[in-house]
């Protein structure tokens, strides 16, 4: 029943003093505002761009292309890898350079020669915005997003390339069978900047392949497959594991949330400056009244305890203010992608990630440093002699 009346007189004393409360509850409101902004939005991006990535990159996907030490992938080469225990498919490719003729004058693309079924397996987000995959023939492409949007290129339109090759140039032109939805880079390529055709259309121009990837049963089969190509070719390819990109763009992000979170915590600096000084001065101005309070009965634990429970009501409505702020913020900035120019975030629709743990520990954050900042105040109250403290003018 005390602690109740404590409360009480606590939220009494804050209502009279209600300019330097409310002043001190904003700054300890800062610091939780801003670690729940920081944590839910990076989480909110991370959660969307590991789902977007894990969208066009499959986890079983090993990418092996040639060092220039050691053996090219050659069709030996390439079977060689495809047989390894646990390897489901291989899946060899060409890039080719080329520039295309647009409105706005030659553009650099790539072709991007490949056995297009065995493709979409690799790369599962690849799909259709119109149009159809091409038979596989020499003289059909499936172009990338930006040869619609920024060159002008539809389904069923031809378009003419200039193609450079181990130092030979040559012209060929392509019917456009269909235009691919916006993609992104993979293996290093700008498919929305290529021309996907066939993988015979490559093989016109060297018996070796600019890569291969390999695409594994299961994840858990991934390490021993890259250990047996180590093993047998040692350095002479450079090899790319899906999984391991994703989980260190999961890590970096992890990172960049903790550092963040610590720069933002720098703000509970000024709630806990904040609350000393305000209990101080209320300490000072109350002189008489805890004198008053002394003489009627009150003990030093009980002065202490009073000043204490003022600091947790402050800290509790501070944090309380703080979250919701840190909330409004979170949502705001995700819908609006505030102050993210990333060019990859463009059309992603991104919600914050509210832990309900998180929440309760921030909160939980500005009451007990309230309660630290006001110990000194408050034992310094508790000192007070009600003789003297009563003559205080």
């Given at each position: 029943m005390r602690l109740f009346k404590f409360i009480s007189f606590?939220?009494?004393?804050?209502?009279?003093?209600?300019?330097?409360?409310?002043?001190?509850?904003?700054?300890?409101?800062?610091?939780?505002?801003?670690?729940?902004?920081?944590?839910?939005?990076?989480?909110?991006?991370?959660?969307?761009?590991?789902?977007?990535?894990?969208?066009?990159?499959?986890?079983?996907?090993?990418v092996i292309t040639p060092t220039g030490v050691g053996p090219s992938i050659s069709q030996y080469v390439a079977d060689q890898l495809s047989s390894i225990p646990g390897v489901k498919m291989g899946i060899p490719f060409y890039t080719i350079p080329a520039l295309v003729q647009t409105p706005q004058g030659r553009s650099g693309v790539t072709i991007f020669s490949v056995n297009i079924d065995q493709l979409k397996v690799a790369a599962p987000g690849l799909s259709l915005m119109q149009g159809k995959y091409p038979p596989p023939v020499d003289y059909e492409a499936v172009a990338g997003y930006d040869f619609l949007t920024d060159y002008g290129f539809t389904a069923g339109k031809p378009v003419?390339?200039?193609?450079?090759?181990?130092?030979?140039?040559?012209?060929?032109?392509?019917?456009?069978?269909?235009?691919?939805?916006?993609?992104?880079?993979?293996?290093?390529?700008?498919?929305?900047?290529?021309?996907?055709?066939?993988?015979?259309?490559?093989?016109?121009?060297?018996?070796?392949?600019?890569?291969?990837?390999?695409?594994?049963?299961?994840?858990?089969?991934?390490?021993?497959?890259?250990?047996?190509?180590?093993?047998?070719?040692?350095?002479?390819?450079?090899?790319?594991?899906a999984e391991e990109f994703i989980k260190l763009i999961g890590n970096t992000l992890t990172s960049l949330n903790g550092l963040l979170i610590s720069a933002g915590a720098t703000s509970f600096v000024v709630s806990f400056m904040g609350v000393t000084t305000t209990m101080f001065t209320?300490?000072?101005?109350?002189?008489?009244?805890?004198?008053?309070?002394?003489?009627?009965?009150?003990?030093?634990?009980?002065?202490?305890?009073?000043?204490?429970?003022?600091?947790?009501?402050?800290?509790?409505?501070?944090?309380?203010?703080?979250?919701?702020?840190?909330?409004?913020?979170?949502?705001?900035?995700?819908?609006?992608?505030?102050?993210?120019?990333?060019?990859?975030?463009?059309?992603?629709?991104?919600?914050?990630?509210?832990?309900?743990?998180?929440?309760?520990?921030?909160?939980?954050i500005a009451v007990v440093l309230s309660l630290v900042a006001a110990l000194a105040p408050s034992y310094r109250a508790s000192k007070q002699e009600p003789s003297i403290a009563l003559r205080h003018d």
């Open positions: 606590a939220i009494k004393s804050v209502k009279e003093r209600r300019t330097r409360a409310l002043l001190t509850i904003l700054g300890i409101a800062v610091g939780p505002a801003a670690i729940v902004a920081i944590n839910s939005m990076v989480e909110g991006y991370s959660n969307t761009i590991l789902s977007e990535i894990s969208g066009f990159l499959s986890p079983y996907d090993i003419q390339v200039t193609l450079f090759y181990d130092g030979i140039n040559s012209t060929k032109s392509f019917l456009i069978s269909g235009v691919l939805n916006e993609f992104g880079s993979f293996l290093g390529v700008d498919v929305d900047k290529s021309l996907v055709v066939p993988l015979s259309f490559g093989e016109q121009f060297s018996p070796y392949f600019n890569g291969i990837i390999l695409v594994a049963y299961s994840t858990s089969q991934v390490n021993s497959i890259v250990n047996a190509i180590k093993a047998r070719y040692g350095d002479s390819f450079n090899i790319v594991v209320s300490v000072v101005e109350r002189t008489r009244e805890i004198g008053l309070l002394r003489a009627l009965g009150f003990t030093r634990r009980d002065v202490m305890v009073m000043f204490l429970t003022e600091a947790f009501v402050m800290g509790l409505i501070g944090g309380g203010i703080g979250l919701a702020a840190g909330i409004i913020m979170a949502t705001i900035l995700t819908s609006e992608h505030f102050g993210l120019g990333f060019s990859f975030l463009k059309g992603l629709q991104v919600a914050p990630v509210f832990s309900s743990t998180f929440l309760l520990e921030a909160i939980g």
